[in-house]
């Protein structure tokens, strides 16, 4: 997907709409410019979205006639005022959006007022385009034309037979092989269209080969498909531990892999999840399965041996604390809070929460000191020691 975002004056704007882009999807191909681009990026809007963890310091202004006979599949003008007032753009275009916005690099006042104008333009181009990914660049690019299959039929295939059902709708082609019938049984009274099958056998033959399987049963899983793989197929691991060369190792030689570890909210299209790609696989294939993988959350480029890391800290990472969400609800509701007060204000407290531990430019100390009572101020040692102990021992473990 080739996406142009363009506006007048200096490119900030477009610059970290580009950022905000990138950040939603790293398989996307974004060129941002402006009509009289400035000679470095704006430092103030470097400053606010280091704020959001997006560092476009090295991204280069560019001049918006460079890119105006070249083909886009998105071209995006962000200016302020009338669409007609933007820059045209002559080339092949599929789809053409006005999304405009204010520009900050206009402001004048204190370099508080100023900082606080960038923020509030960064914010409001983060939810608008979040809301043009989600909602139209995404399901584009998703239309899936492969056929696939799973060797597994627990919780990781739930997980992604849902995901891909809420945002694709119900997709065909889909086989799933398990050693457990009723297992298999159970996923296919929820999603009838997928076809179960006790032959792994029918499930190598697909396009997308999926081992939704434990490390401990990878090997198994790997044994039941490694004669029955297409050459042009590709093996998908859902799991830690399990390398590529040990994949590659156990499937005889075949060495076109991806490695990818859904979070629990890809079942809500929301994932934030790492994906590895073997060399073995052409940018075409490596842009497909990102398409595929990216229809249910941020797909996250990493190197293969931070895969575990990712592991224990966003994948497994809810876990650490949902039971905490949970026993603040049914406190919630012993202390006079409605369920619909709680549903409310929990999630609105976590977000905001999130926002300035990581957003605020504050540190941890600081960010702590802004509430003087503490209740639980004398169990975080043990809670920090249950943590270092606990997680420290079990990365090792994923990384023998």
Partial sequence: MKILILCTG???????????????????????????????????AIQVMAELGIDISQAKPKRADQFLHDDFDY???VCDHANETCPVFLGPVRHRLHIGFEDPAKVTGSNEFILDEFRRIRDEIRVK??????????????????????????????????????????????FVSDINPKVMTDLQNKYPYIKTTDNPAEVARQ?????????????????????????????????????????????????????WLPTAATFIGKGYNPC??????????????????????????????????YAMIITMGPTYFWFQWQQLF??????????????????????????????????????NDLIPVRPLAEDEAAFKAAYQTRLTALFHKLKK
């Fill in 129 to 174: 385009f979040d809301d043009l990914y989600r909602q139209q660049i995404r399901k584009e690019m998703t239309t899936c034309d492969k056929s696939l299959g799973f060797i597994g039929a627990g919780r990781v295939a739930r997980i992604l037979l849902e995901g891909f059902k809420r945002v694709n709708g119900p997709m065909q082609d889909i």
């Fill in 276 to 309: 590895f790609y073997s060399p073995h696989l052409s940018s075409a294939e490596q842009a497909s399965l990102t398409a595929l993988f990216s229809s249910v959350g941020g797909c996250i480029r990493v190197a293969e041996d931070k895969i575990e890391a």
């Fill in 10 to 44: 200096n490119s900030c704007r477009s610059q970290m709409a580009e950022g905000l882009l990138r950040s939603f999807d790293p398989g996307l191909e974004v060129f941002s410019a402006g009509t009289e681009p400035a000679a470095v990026v704006h430092p103030l």
């Fill in 75 to 77: 071209v995006i003008t």
């Fill in 330 to 367: 049914e406190l919630g509701k012993t202390f006079g809070l409605s369920e619909e007060e709680l549903k409310s204000g929990l999630p609105a407290m976590l977000k905001g929460a999130i926002e300035i531990f990581y957003h605020s430019g504050l540190t941890p100390e600081q960010v």
């Fill in 207 to 259: 396009d997308y080969v999926f081992l939704a399987l434990h490390p401990p049963a990878i090997p198994a899983g790997m044994e039941a498909i490694k004669n029955g793989l297409k050459k042009e197929a590709v093996v998908i691991s859902l799991a830690p531990k399990v390398t590529t060369e040990r994949l590659t190792a156990g499937l005889d030689g075949f060495n076109r892999i991806a490695r």
